[in-house]
């Protein structure tokens, strides 16, 4: 990925100019909103509700801007939850029909134009006997329909392997026989809250067989069932079409999502990879062509798919029964294709290649090792890193992010004794107010909103006394105005250092912007929903500073900031 931006030269007084970097130029495509690939620690009262710090500058425009937004969203009636929609549905003696997605062709593409002609049918009416589950959910049960919502599935797909997780997404309290009345319920993490969606069961179809996502067994609905609610948390299936696996991920567990630029890969990438994977995170990853004139989904000579998201399933270190015991090693990672077909990668390690007679039998059972035609296979770290080029590790804690050393990959050491607080910040980028652009922008820099946070050695015995900081940057409610034109603008934030004696409730202004450098910042601008970043600084008053590359660029956005606090 190449670097963008100079933060080594700026100096007292010296203006930088920064550069947005977009992962995709063709905004004609379907996939136009991504870098496409068609692409007890998940509780609410974790993560502090959104608010006003003391110590915090916060604009009077971008504070009105937000008050009036909650003063509007308090005027809607109160959606009655799903228990008491059951209840009424079973009390009526009738089917449960959701007001508020309704069964037509404008539920499916933004214009109410379908290429087909699609009937939307109860799975009471496909089959006599359908079943939300068929032996729990798993990675296997899922199968792409025609929408290019790959980045989804791949999500889904990893989260079906945390049952903890799974089922705060998808509720065990429903089904086709107790209780049954047509609706169905799903939660998703939405800009800082969790947030009930309930549907009714009516799904697309066409001469009698479902279009969209759907299960592996026919007469199983749960995957069927969560594309819709997920399509109608965003206003429609067609706004599901083309997104960063990134988005899914954050939306099913409220974590914080690493990006790895595999072309410049950090120190120590597959420990760290093992140590997200142990700790149960969500992992996806894709193929970006340094060729744009390459077709998005077009299915290289050896079985991987470019732009497509790809799940990582599994990552292991195996023993070589051929090999002599301290080199006799694979690096291996799982992967999950969801299209769920033969697709899949035929160069070393891939399904019946002959390196897994070098694995002894027992390696393979404790494996789990199948060669179905499945959408899974293996390969190795060195063939992983030669073909892929993003990566990007979702986990419900900020700990990922430390960079472990560790030699041979085989053990990973633990972070040391700490804990973290997190506070979020809702704020908007209001055009002639607090939309000020990046510092490139000089003169309307300082309208930018800003935050201030205290960093305090969590470690007093360290060697560097620096303090860790993680902030990401996320764009509001943008997939959900797709319908019409919105699209993601270039984002990202910059830190600085506040002097000894500044109060750290003081708005700095433009002169200070002007004759003060930067302290840390995010590496580019990206046209991606949320960016994140990770730094070690010394311990200090710093402000943060969001915005977009331009001025004048609006929109809502969440800030997260996650500080390192002893234990």
């Given at each position: 990925?190449?670097?963008?931006?100079?933060?080594?030269g700026?100096?007292?007084?010296?203006?930088?100019v920064e550069?947005?970097?977009e992962?995709?130029?063709?905004h004609?495509?379907?996939?136009?909103?991504?870098?496409c690939?068609?692409d007890?620690?998940?509780k609410?009262e974790?993560?502090?509700?959104p608010?006003?710090?003391?110590d915090?500058?916060?604009?009077?425009?971008?504070?009105?801007?937000?008050?009036?937004r909650?003063v509007?969203?308090?005027?809607?009636?109160?959606?009655?939850?799903?228990?008491?929609?059951?209840?009424?549905?079973?009390?009526?003696?009738k089917?449960?029909?959701?007001?508020?997605?309704?069964p037509n062709n404008?539920?499916?593409?933004?214009n109410?134009?379908?290429?087909?002609?699609?009937?939307?049918?109860?799975?009471?009416e496909?089959?006599q006997?359908?079943?939300?589950?068929?032996?729990?959910a798993t990675?296997?049960?899922?199968?792409q329909?025609?929408?290019?919502?790959?980045?989804?599935?791949a999500?889904?797909?990893?989260l079906?392997?945390?049952p903890?997780?799974?089922h705060?997404?998808v509720?065990?309290?429903?089904?086709?026989?107790h209780?049954y009345?047509g609706i169905?319920?799903?939660?998703?993490?939405q800009?800082?809250?969790?947030?009930?969606v309930?549907?009714?069961?009516?799904?697309?179809?066409?001469h009698?067989?479902?279009?969209?996502?759907?299960s592996?067994n026919?007469?199983?609905?749960?995957?069927?069932?969560?594309?819709?609610?997920?399509?109608?948390?965003?206003?429609?299936?067609?706004?599901?079409?083309?997104?960063?696996?990134?988005e899914?991920?954050?939306?099913l567990t409220?974590?914080v999502?690493?990006l790895?630029?595999?072309?410049?890969?950090?120190?120590?990438?597959?420990?760290r990879?093992?140590?997200?994977?142990?700790?149960?995170?969500?992992i996806g990853?894709?193929?970006?062509?340094?060729?744009?004139g390459?077709r998005?989904?077009?299915?290289?000579?050896n079985g991987?798919?470019?732009?497509?998201?790809?799940?990582?399933?599994?990552?292991?270190?195996?023993?070589?029964?051929?090999?002599?015991r301290?080199?006799?090693?694979?690096?291996l990672?799982?992967?999950?294709?969801?299209?769920g077909?033969?697709t899949?990668?035929?160069?070393?390690?891939?399904?019946?290649s002959?390196?897994w007679?070098a694995?002894?039998?027992?390696?393979?059972?404790?494996?789990g090792?199948?060669?179905?035609?499945d959408?899974?296979?293996?390969?190795s770290?060195?063939?992983?890193?030669k073909?892929?080029?993003?990566?990007?590790?979702c986990?419900?804690?900020?700990?990922?992010?430390?960079e472990d050393d560790?030699?041979?990959?085989?053990?990973?050491?633990?972070d040391?004794?700490?804990?973290?607080k997190?506070?979020?910040?809702e704020?908007?980028?209001?055009?002639?107010?607090?939309?000020?652009?990046?510092?490139?922008?000089?003169?309307t820099?300082?309208?930018?909103?800003?935050?201030?946070?205290?960093?305090?050695?969590?470690d007093?015995?360290?060697?560097?006394?620096?303090?860790t900081?993680?902030?990401?940057?996320?764009?509001?409610n943008?997939?959900?105005?797709?319908?019409?034109?919105k699209d993601?603008?270039?984002i990202?934030?910059?830190?600085?250092k506040l002097?000894?004696?500044r109060?750290p409730?003081?708005?700095?202004?433009?002169?200070?912007?002007?004759?003060?450098?930067?302290?840390?910042?995010?590496?580019?601008?990206?046209n991606?929903?949320?960016?994140?970043?990770?730094?070690?600084?010394?311990?200090?008053?710093?402000?943060i500073?969001?915005?977009?590359f331009?001025?004048?660029?609006?929109?809502?956005?969440?800030?997260?900031?996650?500080?390192?606090?002893?234990q």
């Open positions: 990925m190449p670097q963008h931006g100079v933060e080594g700026e100096m007292l007084g010296q203006e930088v550069e947005p970097f992962w995709r130029k063709d004609e495509h379907d996939d136009r909103h991504c870098r690939y068609k007890d620690h998940h609410e974790n993560i502090e509700a608010c006003l710090l003391k915090t500058y916060y604009s009077r425009v971008t504070n009105e801007y937000t008050y009036q909650q509007k969203a308090a005027s809607r009636p109160v959606k009655k939850p799903f228990r008491i929609l059951r209840q009424e549905a079973l009390a009526s003696g089917l449960y029909s959701d007001p508020e997605f309704l404008f539920s499916i593409n933004f109410g134009v379908t290429r087909r002609s699609y009937e939307w049918k109860r799975p009471l496909l089959f006997n359908p079943q939300f589950f068929i032996d729990g990675r296997f049960d899922i199968q329909g025609e929408l290019g919502d790959c980045w989804l599935l999500a889904v797909a990893n079906t392997q945390h903890h997780l799974f705060v997404v509720p065990r309290d429903q089904g086709f026989t209780q009345a169905f319920h799903f939660k998703f993490w800009y800082g809250r969790w947030q009930e309930v549907i009714d069961d009516l799904l697309p179809t066409y009698g067989h479902l279009v969209f996502m759907h592996r026919k007469n199983e609905f749960w995957c069927a069932l969560l594309e819709k609610a997920y399509a109608k948390l965003y206003g429609g299936y067609e706004a599901l079409r083309g997104g960063n696996i990134n899914s991920m954050v939306d409220g974590g999502v690493e790895i630029d595999l072309r410049s890969p950090p120190r120590n990438l597959f420990a990879l093992l140590k997200a994977s142990r700790r149960g995170a969500l990853c894709a193929i970006e062509p340094d060729h744009p390459i998005p989904e077009s299915i290289l000579s991987l798919i470019v732009r497509h998201a790809y799940s990582i399933t599994r990552i292991t270190v195996i023993s070589l029964a051929t090999a002599p301290l080199k006799g090693q694979a690096h990672l799982r992967l999950h294709n969801p299209w077909n033969e899949e990668w035929t160069g070393s390690w891939s399904d019946k002959p390196e007679t694995v002894p039998a027992s390696e393979r059972e404790k494996l090792l199948t060669f179905n035609d959408g899974e296979f293996w390969m770290f060195q063939d992983f890193m073909n892929f080029s993003v990566v990007e590790i986990d419900v804690t900020p700990d990922f992010f430390s560790n030699t041979n990959g085989n053990e990973v050491p633990e040391i004794l700490r804990g973290w997190s506070v979020m910040y704020g908007a980028w209001v055009a002639n107010h607090t939309a000020g652009g990046c510092r490139n922008f000089i003169n820099f300082a309208r930018n909103p800003q935050y201030t946070v205290e960093l305090k050695d969590p007093e015995e360290d060697d560097d006394d620096l303090c900081i993680i902030i990401s940057l996320m764009q509001k943008v997939r959900q105005m797709k319908r019409y034109g993601y603008v270039p990202g934030f910059t830190l600085y002097p000894p004696g109060q409730s003081t708005k700095l202004d433009t002169d200070f912007f002007r004759y003060n450098a930067s302290c840390a910042k995010v590496p580019f601008f990206l991606t929903r949320e960016v994140t970043a990770r730094f070690r600084l010394s311990a200090g008053f710093y402000t500073v969001p915005s977009t331009e001025p004048e660029m609006t929109g809502e956005f969440l800030l997260r900031v996650f500080t390192e606090v002893r």
